[in-house]
């Protein structure tokens, strides 16, 4: 089994930047597509940013051209670098595998966005 643990978060202006790591432990890590996702109060889980294994990236339209996602195999973590942050971009952010394997979600990292 999976374990991710997200790091990075936190309370930011609008406009701010932050950047998510996301270190996994116990795959093959290199070989599995990978998201960041977002749960917003009171909303459904999302998926904002994915990059395949060979390193393909795809966004939500809400978060193009602002939020970048990485990965370092050698290290087994992706990131996420978030830019010009919205309120609207607060929520609790989780990696996992793209599509997500229902029994690894992390904790998850609070992303706060306020002036």
């Known amino acids: 089994q999976v374990q991710f643990v997200e790091s990075g978060g936190g309370l930011v202006q609008p406009g701010g930047s932050l950047r998510l790591s996301c270190a996994a432990s116990?795959?093959?890590?290199?070989?599995?597509?990978m998201g960041w996702y977002r749960q917003a109060p009171g909303k459904q889980r999302e998926l904002v940013a994915d990059?395949?294994?060979?390193?393909?990236?795809n966004y939500d339209d809400s978060v193009k051209g602002r939020f970048a996602i990485s990965r370092d195999n050698a290290k087994n973590t992706v990131y996420l670098q978030m830019n010009s942050l919205k309120p609207e971009d607060t929520a609790v952010y989780y990696c996992?595998?793209?599509?997500?394997?229902?029994?690894?979600w992390g904790q998850g990292i609070q992303v706060t966005v306020s002036p």
């Open positions: 996992n595998s793209n599509p997500p394997d229902l029994r690894n």
């Open positions: 116990g795959s093959i890590f290199s070989a599995y597509a």
């Open positions: 990059i395949t294994s060979g390193r393909v990236t």
